[in-house]
């Protein structure tokens, strides 16, 4: 997620799996599609079939190898000094897209004169503290030249941003140094240039393991096949993401895109297979520690956001669609406190939890083998045998009090106490473990979303078995239980329980699709949630239309402004929608992808600077004249009515500063706008360098 959302602003696949079939070539890293996603893999073979080039770079030789043009054999771990040859060869004999380059990224953005690369550093990038065994926090050698130094913050890198401008990617002049020709020494495409010219093709042979020419040829294959007339995809799964240097494995796929103009494009892109049906899902309503609702940063104690007014200035963009922020956020508070919330009260921000530490898997994993963790409650996770350490999870099981777990069947999780590889004593151990079977998928309403960002609907074809339960249902009547225990309580720190909107219930008991009434009492209404998720007015609970309906004064509650539009009248769930759109590949009324129904993200680049298609072959997002907006045959990831002539002034703000594209000096169009990482922006929204690239 972070190497992506660096890159384009957004933390997802780029593109969709459907549009694989239109590449010219595929290169695939980090995945065996053929077998772990084989419904998506059709499309790679469709673009075959049209003559596309299949490639797959992988320490395994599987199905996906059998299937492809070229089998690339490297070893375990190398695949960014794989790609690092790629980015090498491609730029050394000019397989970049120049005029792409040149107008949608920051190659020309020059850079602090303070930086320092790794061959300056000992092997080491500018800001590493070695006390601290880091890299500095905000280091101001790392930011554009111009650009002010970062204000101090006590946050700890697993917590909070990396750096100012890459939390707000909202720089205070607005149009940095810039060198139009690319020649600065100081400009990011130089410095790119410099850095990667060590991975020469003997250099990475002797560390993958691949013949030398290996690198070349795949290179070949992927300038080839870019530019105006042609685009390449770049396909990845857990074998990339479960690395230690897995962000910067994708970063290194980012630039490499970026440089062959493949971003925004149909048949480009960077397509990331999720190990898991709704794994995007899980990430933009998260499960994850540091995140609220779509990818709201989680309200931190070291960043001292003890107010809402405090959160909102610290975290506030100025330009881009982050620039709503604000309304987001307090939107999301009005959709979890209802009436509670209110502007005398900072809309129930009190009650949301601050944290304290880096509460990602593993630490918390050694804080239960420590003692610090009382209980645990687990819905389809399996720790003690999925973990990145599995004998650390086991540890920290056997040092809680209880242990709940919802699944289908008994895990390693379930059974640890007393089928332990470890050989630990089952008499030994304290925990007292709850064990509860779960619905599956068709046994329940509810959505996936899938790597694509597409949220497709599934309606419940049968009662599950016996006392087996839908996860919603068991958080719904755990929550209904939990406010009835505490509804007197006059803690501050109940307060949000107790005033937590809780009101999915059904209206009528549901009916099967055979017609006989569903037996399972309790069962929360998904649609509600749903509905919610997508975001209503206060006043009347009409459905908001989409996230750019959203206010900050409490007139509006949405439980996740990405997915606001997926139900914009109370009777139009848009994740159901089946319809076919003949013509059009992208088949925009088949469910509802984030954002705003967008398939392909940045698909602005998809156009030449004057709106028009790089090519009539690679035709997808275009400015229409006569009417004066985008169109195309998708939703355009752009202000629908901005002008590609369009020029941001020096004081533009919000969407306002949302420049078209950066021009040459010579050009009259218009200097491009910031863009923040994961979802922040839309304007110059593909960086090539940033500081994730060193971390």
Same mark, same amino acid.
């Given at each position: ?121 000992? @092997? ?17 050698? /790392?930011? %554009? ?27 205070? &002049? ?48 992927? =300038? ?27 970063? #290194? ?7 062959? @103009? ?32 779509? %990818? ?22 100025? &330009? ?27 809309? @129930? ?25 009382? !209980? ?18 086991? #540890? ?5 009090? /209880? ?12 059974? %640890? /106490? ?20 779960? #619905? ?8 996936? $979303? ?25 958080? *719904? ?8 225990? %505490? ?48 975001? *209503? ?8 239309? =989409? *996230? ?5 004064? @409490? ?28 013509? &059009? ?17 940045? &698909? ?27 169109? !195309? ?35 009259? $169009? ?26």
């Amino acid at each position: 997620m972070p190497g992506l959302g660096t890159s384009f602003g957004r933390g997802a696949a780029t593109t969709s799996q459907r549009d694989l079939q239109h590449s010219d070539c595929v290169l695939i890293m980090g995945s065996n599609m053929a077998e772990a996603h084989p419904v998506g893999f059709r499309f790679p073979l469709m673009a075959r079939e049209r003559g596309a080039t299949l490639i797959h770079v992988d320490p395994h030789f599987s199905r996906t190898s059998a299937l492809c043009d070229r089998y690339v054999p490297i070893r375990a771990g190398t695949d960014i000094a794989f790609l690092g040859g790629v980015i090498r060869y491609v730029l050394e004999n000019d397989l970049w897209f120049q005029e792409y380059v040149r107008h949608y990224t920051n190659a020309g953005t020059i850079i602090d004169k303070n930086f320092t690369d790794t061959e300056d550093g000992d @092997g080491l990038f500018d800001g590493f503290r070695p006390r601290q065994h880091q890299y500095e926090s905000g280091a101001k050698a /790392w930011n %554009y030249a111009s650009e002010p130094a970062a204000p101090p913050t006590e946050t700890p890198p697993e917590i909070g941003a990396e750096s100012w401008s890459e939390k707000l990617a909202a720089i205070d &002049n607005p149009d940095p140094k810039h060198d139009d020709t690319l020649q600065h020494p100081r400009c990011v495409f130089q410095i790119l240039r410099r850095h990667f010219s060590r991975y020469t093709p003997e250099m990475v042979a002797s560390i993958c393991g691949c013949p030398p020419e290996a690198v070349s040829q795949v290179a070949e294959a992927l =300038g080839r096949n870019s530019g105006r007339e042609r685009t390449s995809a770049i396909v990845y799964a857990v074998g990339w993401t479960q690395h230690t240097t897995g962000v910067q494995i994708i970063r #290194a796929a980012g630039i490499l895109q970026l440089l062959l @103009g493949n971003i925004g494009r149909p048949g480009g892109g960077i397509m990331a297979m999720r190990g898991h049906a709704s794994i995007q899902g899980s990430t933009d309503i998260p499960t994850l520690y540091n995140l609220l609702p779509g %990818y709201i940063p989680q309200p931190a104690t070291a960043r001292q956001h003890e107010t809402l007014a405090r959160y909102l200035r610290q975290e506030h963009v100025a &330009n881009g669609v982050w620039s709503s922020f604000p309304k987001y956020a307090v939107s999301l508070l009005k959709a979890w406190y209802g009436a509670a919330a209110s502007p005398e009260n900072d809309f @129930g921000f009190a009650w949301v939890p601050k944290i304290d530490d880096n509460y990602s898997q593993l630490p918390y994993a050694y804080k239960m083998a420590q003692g610090q963790v009382r !209980g645990y409650l687990i819905f389809g996770q399996n720790p003690a045998g999925g973990n990145p350490n599995a004998r650390l999870a086991r #540890a920290g099981l056997r040092r809680l009090d /209880w242990l709940v777990l919802m699944d289908w069947f008994e895990t390693e999780t379930a059974s %640890y /106490w007393y089928k332990d590889p470890d050989g630990a004593d089952p008499k030994k151990i304290p925990t007292e473990i709850f064990f509860i079977p779960a #619905a599956m998928a068709a046994e329940n309403d509810g959505s996936f $979303t899938n790597t694509s960002r597409l949220v497709q609907w599934h309606d419940k074809a049968a009662d599950p078995p016996g006392d087996a339960r839908s996860d919603a249902w068991f958080v *719904y009547q755990l929550g209904l239980r939990l406010k009835q225990l %505490y509804r007197d309580s006059e803690r501050p720190r109940d307060q949000g329980l107790r005033h937590l909107t809780w009101d999915y219930g059904q209206e009528a008991q549901p009916v099967l699709p055979d017609g006989a009434p569903s037996r399972i009492a309790g069962e929360p209404d998904a649609e509600k949630i749903l509905r919610e998720i997508n975001g *209503y007015r206060v006043a009347d609970g009409r459905q908001v239309a =989409g *996230y750019h309906e959203l206010q900050d004064d @409490g007139s509006t509650a949405c439980g996740c402004w990405i997915y606001s539009g997926i139900f914009p009248e109370k009777d139009n769930n848009r994740a159901r929608s089946r319809r076919r759109t003949p013509g &059009n590949s992208s088949e925009p009324e088949w469910a509802w992808s984030w954002p705003a129904n967008t398939r392909i993200l940045c &698909n602005r680049a998809s156009a030449d600077p004057d709106g028009r298609p790089w090519s009539e072959r690679k035709k997808y997002v275009w400015w229409d004249a006569a009417t004066r907006r985008w169109t !195309g045959l998708d939703h355009p990831d752009f202000p629908l009515d901005l002008d590609p002539a369009y020029r941001p002034g020096k004081r533009s703000h919000q969407m306002e500063a949302i420049g078209a594209i950066r021009r040459s000096s010579s050009s009259p $169009t218009a200097r491009a706008g910031s863009s923040p990482p994961a979802e922040r922006g839309m304007g110059r929204c593909r960086r090539i360098m940033s500081r994730w690239s060193r971390r």
